[in-house]
């Protein structure tokens, strides 16, 4: 899963061995674990994004939220 972050920085989130992984995505298209962001393992995958957004928060401006950007956003 992508998300972007406020539009500030672009994570990719996946599941290994049961846990969640979090990458951030460079500029070079690089990604680096993020070892900050610990995301619960029992989250179902449509939870990830709130939960992005809740351990995130000191990141946010008015109006701004994560969003998922690897598919076509729901309105």
Do not use: S
Request: hydrophobic fraction near 45%; avoid cysteine; charged fraction near 35%.
């Amino acid at each position: 899963m992508r998300f972007d972050v406020y539009g500030r920085f672009v994570l990719d989130v996946t599941r290994r061995n049961g846990a969640f992984v979090v990458l951030q995505v460079g500029d070079d298209g690089k990604r680096r674990l993020r070892e900050d962001i610990v995301l619960d393992p029992d989250l179902a995958d449509a939870q990830v994004a709130h939960a992005l957004d809740d351990l995130l928060h000191e990141l946010a401006k008015p109006g701004a939220r994560v969003v998922r950007i690897d598919r076509e956003h729901e309105a």
